[in-house]
């Protein structure tokens, strides 16, 4: 007798093992140091909140060409959203040129249709 795994099934093995693989690199990238009240140092970029072990990251802003170049032109190999390419706001994985992971939420224009909102 044989055995067969459904197509479901292994999409959802496959998405899950990219949010894993996608966890362990954000897990990598956040490393904190203690002091000596087990607060968290906050590491370069960041800055330190009024609760004790939390760290807030400074926001850092990109330009349109860098963020192309760290998804390699929103390649479908960068998308990292559930629903793929078909859903309406669609998440890109990006690698910048100093080694960082960062993650890109485009959105369409319809659930964003006032550009001055962000600026």
Known sequence: MGCCESSILAGIRQRESRQQETLRVVSNNHKHH???????????????????GVVVPVLEEFTFAELRSATNSFSADFIVS???????????????????WIA?????KAAWPDPNQFA
């Open 104 to 108: 890109i939420k485009k959105f369409s």
């Open 34 to 52: 203690h002091y000596d009240d087990g607060g968290a140092a906050p590491e370069s970029g960041e800055q330190p909140s009024g609760e004790l």
């Open 82 to 100: 559930e629903s793929g390419e078909k859903g309406a706001n669609i998440v890109y994985k990006g690698k910048c040129q100093d080694k960082r």
